[in-house]
T-cell receptor, first 116, second 113 residues
């Protein structure tokens, strides 16, 4: 079974440019998460989707970040405009959503963003 | 103060050593505790999970939770070079609706032959 797929794996952009990350979760997983992982830190939740509904986006900086999950499957995370401090790894994870708080989250390999 | 504290290391041990990795936390509502392993340039993968206090063993890995001290540990016996990775503790509360995972900063482990 394929795991969580993310693309691109690496992205280098100049500040003030837009950037988008794509995630394809494990087939059948209703819950999708976007995390931010800074160097030397653990992942921090940005947004959580239940099917196509964003049910927790309290940590998403909405002035420059946006996300969507069309048809409750793939998801895209966008930054516009990017700032130097956005350089980090953006991780996508998915879970079946059937076990509530005991759901196991499966992570993708992440997109490493460098903003110059 | 962070909700979850974890020594970043790095920790360097010889092959075959017993490794002890630890996290402390401040939120007494945490009841579900996990350890993730993250290889370089990869996403975290779930290694062990424990509900509430006690021990759990899986092969060379043992997870311990001491809720009275707000302290969790992961022990790796007979460590191998393939265990070289960053180990992240994570935890969440189980009260009320959905509660997000809170991660530690991760401990980098290097096992040398």
């Amino acid at each position: 079974e394929a795991g969580v797929v993310q693309s691109p794996r690496y992205k280098i952009i100049e500040k003030k440019q837009p950037v988008a990350f794509w995630c394809n979760p494990i087939s059948g997983h209703n819950t999708l998460y976007w995390y931010l992982q800074n160097l030397g830190q653990g992942p921090e939740l940005l947004i959580r989707y239940e099917n196509e509904e964003a049910v927790d986006d309290s940590q998403l900086p909405k002035d420059r970040f946006s996300a969507e999950r069309l048809k409750g499957v793939d998801s895209t995370l966008k930054i516009q405009p990017a700032e130097l401090g956005d350089s980090a790894v953006y991780l996508c994870a998915s879970s079946s959503g059937t076990s509530g708080n005991t759901d196991t989250q499966y992570f993708g390999p992440g997109t490493r963003l460098t903003v110059l | 103060q962070k909700e979850v504290e974890q020594d970043p290391g790095p920790l360097s041990v010889p092959e075959g050593a017993i490794v002890s990795l630890n996290c402390t936390y401040s939120n007494s509502a945490f009841q579900y505790f996990m350890w993730y392993r993250q290889y370089s340039r990869k996403g975290p993968e779930l290694l062990m999970y424990t509900y509430s206090s006690g021990n759990k063993e899986d092969g060379r890995f043992t997870a311990q939770v001491d809720k009275s001290s707000k302290y969790i540990s992961l022990f790796i016996r007979d460590s191998q070079p393939s265990d070289s990775a960053t180990y992240l503790c994570a935890m969440r509360a189980l009260s009320g609706g959905y509660n997000k995972l809170i991660f530690g900063a991760g401990t980098r482990l290097a096992v040398h032959p």
